[in-house]
């Protein structure tokens, strides 16, 4: 299934991209970021562009922050 297949690689894609940041966990915060991107998704549709999706980046910014001190 070509939905399945493609949050598949996404996954892989941002935990790989955690790793290659150091992060300490790349798992973990790759499978956040994906949360967040999902949740961003869903909460869009639902609130529209003043919802919490507005502050995805925000979110996404202060999960690779903690994830990457020392």
């Known amino acids: 299934v070509v939905s399945e297949n493609n949050k598949i690689e996404l996954r892989r894609r941002l935990r790989a ?3 290659a940041m150091g ?3 790349s798992d973990t915060l790759g499978d956040g970021l994906l949360l967040l991107i999902e949740g961003a998704y869903i909460s869009g549709q639902l609130f529209g562009l003043g919802g919490p999706a507005a502050a995805v980046a925000r ?3 202060l999960l ?5 001190k020392k």
Do not use: K, Q, T, V
């Open 17 to 19: 991209m955690a790793a």
């Open 59 to 61: 979110n996404a910014d």
């Open 64 to 68: 690779i922050e903690a994830s990457l």
């Open 23 to 25: 992060a300490a966990d």
